[in-house]
Every structure is written in structure tokens, then in C-alpha cells.
């Protein structure tokens, strides 16, 4: 007979002795149940592993940091806390530096630098767990590497002509190029809630560039165009990211690490090209204080991409969004704290048409996720 498995408990049958043998038979029959046994308890044993195997929560883990022992709330606290951390501290690095240290000048030499970070700190990473063989064919790298030099380049350079909340607002506006997209690609049709919700978003967008063409005398339409760019290739580098990680079973830092190398190349051609090579070196030997602010910077947001996707891991799509809802907003008051800016009733207005969107995008999301 076989073992039966019923409600998580293992049901072991007890092979009955013939009546009736003689003593020989008896042994044998004894010798027979003794290793029928054995082997049942070897099978039982096997069988409780792949339960508790399949019943343990996922592997999480923040660099070579886990946290897979400890409880869901300690995850959501220390994820959580750990992405607003890093973001907000990476964006008021980002305009500090831009703005103030290097006065609108040197983005490319800025992004070459994160670049050269990034690709060090994921090295570190590789060497601390056991280097091992790329996984993944190198073209894909090379195709990811041009898209994260256009996300992170073109995000840079467009701080230097666009105040920085309106910056963020057009980086959090991520729902409305994938909806036209899904509308023009796929036919795809959407709830009354979520085109609502997409017209709010560019409403609070077009009333922000408004204010800013009249009080930022930095502004300028070209940084519009460039954010917009930068946002579509970091949606189409999250697509292939998503492919290289199904189908060639990538570790995160290996992508980091290789992505990162090929735009150090793309990067080297653009410095060279707009003479930001030579400037920027001289300026990191006659300040280093501000080269190690680009290191804090570039360590911020290395730091808070794994924090963020520790968060997804633990605590699902909706915390996650929470999170990063909330992040957006803090950002703003913390950018409009630290550096003060032209500030009136047009940009209250246009921060509660977009965050009013951006909740109705939010709300309609949770509601497609519990219904799956």
C-alpha cells in the first residue's frame, strides 16, 4: 500500500503479518516490514522537508543583509524606511549638486561618476558572495547599458532647466505613457477611474510648467522633452530587465554590474564629446568635497534600489506603492524645505490635481490586485 498525504499530515499504512507461517516465514515477513519501514520513515522525512520548504516565507535580503527570520512587520519597517531614507536623501543630493556644486554644469560627468560607482559597488557585491560566470548573453547588457546612460543622463540634465518638484511630478507619471501605450499597442481599454486619474496627473504637470515658465528662471521646455525620454527608456529597461531575470535567472548585482559597464563605454564617448571629461576631472581634483557627495549620492540610490525591492519581495505590490506614494510627496515639501524656490497657489494646485491622481491610480490598482 502507499503512504497517504491528507490536511499536511503523512498517514503511514501497517503491513499486516500473514496467519498461519511458520517461524521461517515469520522472519521473513518481520525482515520485509523492517525495510518496508525504513524506507516509509526515509520517504516521511522527505516529504516534511518539501512542506516546510514550500511553506517558509521567500528569501529576502538588503545586499548581503537577511532578513528572511525576521517577522513581516520587522521586514516593513526596515524596507520601508529603508527606501524613504535613500530616496530622499538621494534627491536632495541630486539638486544640491547639480544646482549649487556644480552650477548647472557637468550632468554627463555626473552620471559617468554614478555610473563608475555603481558598477564598483556591485563588483564588491559579486566578489563578497563568489564571482561566477555571466549568465546572461552580453547584447542584452549592452542594450541595457544605452538605456540607464538615456534614464540616468537625460534625468540629470533635466534638473538643470526644470525646478526639481516638477521633475518629480513627470518621474511619478509613469501610469500615463503606459496607459496611451496600452491604449495605441494593445487596445487595450481602462476603467473610468484610472483615465481620470491619468487627466488629473497631466493637469497637475501642465499647471506646474506653467508657474515655472513664469517664476523658475532656470526653465526651459528642452528639460520637459528629456524627462519624458528618460522616463520612456527606464520603462523599456524594467521590460527587458524583467526578461533577462526570467529567462536567464540573472542575480540582481550581476545585472547591475555588467549594465553598468557597457554605459561606463557610452558614457566615455559622451564625456570626450562635450569636453566634460577634462573640465569635470579638474573640478573633482580642485574640490574632492564634492566628489564625495557624488559617491554619497550614488551609494544613496544603489542602497535604496535594494531596499525597494527587498520591500516588493516582503510586503507585496500595494505596500510597496504605498511606500513610494508617500516618498513622492516628502519629497516635495523636503525639496521645497532644504532649497527654497518660487512657491505660490499654482503649485499647490497643480501638486493637488497630480497626488489626487496619483491616489485614484493608486486606489485603482489595489482594487485590480485583491481581485486577483
Same mark, same amino acid.
Given at each position: 500500500?502507499?503512504?497517504?498525504?491528507?490536511?499536511?499530515?503523512?498517514?503511514?499504512?501497517?503491513?499486516?503479518?500473514?496467519?498461519?507461517?511458520?517461524?521461517?516465514?515469520?522472519?521473513?515477513?518481520?525482515?520485509?516490514?523492517?525495510?518496508?519501514?525504513?524506507?516509509?520513515?526515509?520517504?516521511?522525512?522527505?516529504?516534511?522537508?518539501?512542506?516546510?520548504?514550500? *511553506?517558509?516565507?521567500?528569501?529576502?535580503?538588503?545586499?548581503?543583509?537577511?532578513?528572511?527570520?525576521?517577522?513581516?512587520?520587522?521586514?516593513?519597517?526596515?524596507?520601508?524606511?529603508?527606501?524613504?531614507?535613500?530616496?530622499?536623501?538621494?534627491?536632495?543630493?541630486?539638486?544640491?549638486?547639480?544646482?549649487?556644486?556644480?552650477?548647472?554644469?557637468?550632468?554627463?560627468?555626473?552620471?559617468?561618476?554614478?555610473?563608475?560607482?555603481?558598477?564598483?559597488?556591485?563588483?564588491?557585491?559579486?566578489?563578497?558572495?563568489?564571482?561566477?560566470?555571466?549568465?546572461?548573453?552580453?547584447?542584452?547588457?549592452?542594450?541595457?547599458?544605452?538605456?540607464?546612460?538615456?534614464?540616468?543622463?537625460?534625468?540629470?540634465?533635466?534638473?538643470?532647466?526644470?525646478?526639481?518638484?516638477?521633475?518629480?511630478?513627470?518621474?511619478?507619471?509613469?501610469?500615463?505613457?503606459?496607459?496611451?501605450?496600452?491604449?495605441?499597442?494593445?487596445?487595450?481599454?481602462?476603467?473610468?477611474?484610472?483615465?481620470?486619474?491619468?487627466?488629473?496627473?497631466?493637469?497637475?504637470?501642465?499647471?506646474?510648467?506653467?508657474?515655472?515658465?513664469?517664476?523658475?528662471?532656470?526653465?526651459?521646455?528642452?528639460?520637459?522633452?528629456?524627462?519624458?525620454?528618460?522616463?520612456?527608456?527606464?520603462?523599456?529597461?524594467?521590460?527587458?530587465?524583467?526578461?533577462?531575470?526570467?529567462?536567464?535567472?540573472?542575480?540582481?548585482?550581476?545585472?547591475?554590474?555588467?549594465?553598468?559597464?557597457? *554605459?561606463?563605454?557610452?558614457?566615455?564617448?559622451?564625456?570626450?564629446?562635450?569636453?566634460?571629461?577634462?573640465?569635470?576631472?579638474?573640478?573633482?581634483?580642485?574640490?574632492?568635497?564634492?566628489?564625495?557627495?557624488?559617491?554619497?549620492?550614488?551609494?544613496? *540610490?544603489?542602497?535604496?534600489?535594494?531596499?525597494?525591492?527587498?520591500?516588493?519581495?516582503?510586503?507585496?505590490?500595494?505596500?510597496?506603492?504605498?511606500?513610494?506614494?508617500?516618498?513622492?510627496?516628502?519629497?516635495?515639501?523636503?525639496?521645497?524645505?532644504?532649497?527654497?524656490?518660487?512657491?505660490?497657489?499654482?503649485?499647490?494646485?497643480?501638486?493637488?490635481?497630480?497626488?489626487?491622481?496619483?491616489?485614484?491610480?493608486?486606489?485603482?490598482?489595489?482594487?485590480?490586485?485583491?481581485?486577483?
Amino acid at each position: 500500500e502507499k503512504m497517504k498525504v491528507s490536511n499536511g499530515e503523512v498517514s503511514v499504512p501497517i503491513p499486516e503479518t500473514p496467519p498461519n507461517t511458520s517461524n521461517q516465514a515469520l522472519d521473513a515477513a518481520a525482515a520485509t516490514n523492517a525495510s518496508n519501514l525504513a524506507q516509509m520513515r526515509k520517504e516521511i522525512a522527505e516529504l516534511e522537508a518539501q512542506v516546510m520548504k514550500g *511553506g517558509s516565507r521567500p528569501q529576502v535580503s538588503v545586499l548581503s543583509w537577511d532578513l528572511s527570520e525576521m517577522s513581516a512587520t520587522a521586514q516593513f519597517a526596515i524596507c520601508a524606511g529603508g527606501v524613504l531614507v535613500c530616496y530622499l536623501s538621494t534627491g536632495v543630493l541630486q539638486e544640491g549638486l547639480i544646482r549649487i556644486d556644480l552650477d548647472n554644469e557637468l550632468a554627463w560627468y555626473l552620471t559617468l561618476c554614478q555610473f563608475l560607482a555603481y558598477f564598483s559597488f556591485a563588483g564588491v557585491q559579486r566578489l563578497s558572495r563568489g564571482a561566477e560566470r555571466r549568465k546572461t548573453p552580453f547584447s542584452y547588457y549592452a542594450l541595457l547599458g544605452l538605456l540607464q546612460v538615456v534614464t540616468m543622463g537625460l534625468s540629470n540634465l533635466s534638473v538643470q532647466v526644470l525646478n526639481y518638484p516638477t521633475q518629480i511630478l513627470f518621474k511619478s507619471a509613469k501610469p500615463v505613457p503606459t496607459m496611451l501605450f496600452g491604449v495605441a499597442y494593445h487596445r487595450r481599454r481602462y476603467s473610468p477611474s484610472d483615465l481620470l486619474a491619468g487627466v488629473l496627473m497631466v493637469v497637475g504637470m501642465f499647471v506646474y510648467c506653467v508657474a515655472d515658465a513664469a517664476n523658475f528662471s532656470h526653465f526651459n521646455p528642452r528639460g520637459i522633452v528629456w524627462v519624458v525620454t528618460a522616463i520612456v527608456a527606464d520603462a523599456i529597461s524594467g521590460a527587458v530587465q524583467e526578461k533577462v531575470s526570467a529567462q536567464h535567472k540573472a542575480p540582481p548585482d550581476e545585472v547591475v554590474f555588467f549594465t553598468h559597464l557597457t *554605459g561606463i563605454v557610452y558614457l566615455l564617448v559622451i564625456c570626450v564629446g562635450t569636453k566634460e571629461m577634462g573640465e569635470g576631472a579638474t573640478f573633482t581634483l580642485e574640490k574632492p568635497h564634492v566628489f564625495a557627495k557624488i559617491v554619497a549620492y550614488s551609494l544613496a *540610490g544603489y542602497l535604496g534600489a535594494s531596499f525597494l525591492k527587498a520591500l516588493l519581495k516582503s510586503s507585496g505590490a500595494l505596500a510597496t506603492l504605498a511606500t513610494t506614494t508617500t516618498r513622492k510627496v516628502a519629497a516635495l515639501g523636503l525639496s521645497a524645505a532644504v532649497y527654497p524656490k518660487p512657491f505660490g497657489a499654482p503649485y499647490i494646485g497643480g501638486a493637488v490635481a497630480f497626488f489626487a491622481g496619483v491616489l485614484l491610480h493608486s486606489s485603482a490598482v489595489k482594487v485590480r490586485l485583491r481581485a486577483l
